[in-house]
């Protein structure tokens, strides 16, 4: 395959070596600052935390290297309690990079199938009835393109215990989801504000994107990834109709391949590598399911393309004493949070497409639903998990001071 990409997927394991010899075990980088971690200290909900043990289990599979294996699991159990974490919208976030990975590894079946079951009733009692949607971690009112990226433990937990209730707010989410917050062009918003009594969508807003009406790029490749993963899950055109619009609109943007910039429509055009990171893997599984080959080799030659472009570009080797394995990625412009800098979400999902390149994956299929759908009750979760109070928002915490974070 690729000399690039390979070269960039050892570069990636011993990166992390490194970070392992140099960080305690209970650690969980976020993002570097000035091109080292440590310092990352503005967590919010925790949501980058499986980031980190999800990359080791890509090494282990790709190698299998016992080493991986041990590193990866001693980082990934202090994080089973967050199964009942009912204030985020990240439990795919969390555990389908780790716990499904170390499943697929031969990990303690009963054990990982029971956690993500619980993760996917967790997600679902975040639905909102008025609106037919799972609210973000900000306020109720709030649909994240992001969650598309976490509906598929509610799907995975659906299928397997054949749970109508649970497919029902799952499905019932990606359409309220391609309704709201995916344009006609296939350009997606990043946030959507409902009205909770009628459950009218009233705008769409954003938190990360320039505005309410633009296209961040990151958002964007949530939106293709996470429908392209709904119709792995369960076979709906409608979704793999939807992860192609998004695929057609980036590719409008980027013809050629390439590196994103942080929002399409931005007047500040920084470079953002996560989005091009995030979607090249989006991409590689929905070259695969699409049914019309040409647009299959097009998106597949973009994401390999933009692969070896972020290689030469931004592969941390090209800056002494860097941390990360991709640099160039951005947090939160707007609050000068890792801008220009390694960042979790980035480092994962570029090693797993990176992975992906070098060896394809394969897809899987079935399911839809219908009526009007109500919130998953609670009855799974311990009684000390069913109070919970929201998270605090980006925008509650104070920006940095002096550029000390950039």
């Known amino acids: 395959m690729n000399a690039t990409l390979e070269s960039a997927f050892a570069f990636a394991q011993g990166q992390v070596k490194a970070l392992i010899a140099t960080y305690p075990a209970d650690y969980y980088p976020m993002y570097t600052v000035h091109g080292k971690f440590g310092q990352d200290t503005k967590r919010w909900t925790h949501w980058c935390d499986g980031f980190y043990p999800g990359m080791m289990f890509l090494f282990a599979e790709a190698t299998g290297e016992s080493f991986w294996l041990a590193e990866a699991v001693k980082r990934s159990t ?5 199964q009942y974490d009912r204030a985020v919208h990240d439990l795919g976030f969390l555990f389908f990079s780790t716990h499904l990975r ?3 590894l031969g990990g303690p079946e009963a054990h990982i199938n029971a956690l993500l079951d619980q ?10 009835q008025n609106g037919q949607y799972l609210r973000s971690f900000v306020e109720p009112a709030s649909l994240f393109i992001d969650v598309m990226m976490n509906v598929g433990t ?37 946030e959507a504000l409902f009205d909770l009594a009628t459950g009218e969508c009233l705008r769409q ?6 505005r309410g009406d633009s296209c961040w790029a990151r958002g964007l490749a949530w939106s293709l990834y996470g429908f392209t993963r709904s119709y792995q899950q369960t076979g709906c055109a409608i979704y793999l109709q939807t992860a192609m619009a998004n695929a057609d609109y980036l590719l409008a943007q980027l013809p050629g391949g390439g590196v994103t910039t942080w929002d399409f429509d931005a007047p500040n055009q920084d470079i953002d590598s996560s989005g091009s990171a995030i979607a090249a893997s989006g991409l590689l599984d929905l070259a695969v399911v699409c049914p019309d080959p040409v647009k299959g080799a097009a998106y597949r030659n973009w994401a ?16 002494p004493g860097f941390e990360g394995i991709l640099n160039g990625s951005i947090y939160h412009i707007h609050k000068n949070i890792g801008v220009h800098e390694a960042c979790l979400f980035s480092e994962y999902f570029f090693v797993e497409a990176l992975r992906k390149a070098i060896r394809s994956n394969s897809p899987a299929g079935r399911g839809v639903g219908g009526g009007i759908v109500t919130p998953y009750p609670e009855d799974s979760l311990p009684a000390q998990f069913k109070t919970w109070v929201d998270g605090p928002t980006e925008e509650d915490v104070a920006s940095p001071v002096d550029g000390a974070t950039k």
């Open 78 to 82: 202090p994080l089973e309690e967050r």
């Open 102 to 104: 170390w499943l697929e």
């Open 119 to 128: 993760a996917g009733k967790t997600m679902a009692m975040r639905f909102m």
């Open 154 to 190: 509610i799907f995975r937990t659906g299928l397997r215990l054949e749970d109508e209730h649970l497919l029902a707010i799952a499905h019932r989410h990606c359409e309220t989801t391609r309704r709201a917050l995916v344009r006609g062009d296939g350009s997606t918003s990043h």
């Open 205 to 210: 807003s954003t938190h990360q994107g320039w």
């Open 304 to 319: 390999i393309r933009s692969l070896e472009l972020s290689c030469e570009q931004y592969l941390g080797d090209k800056t």
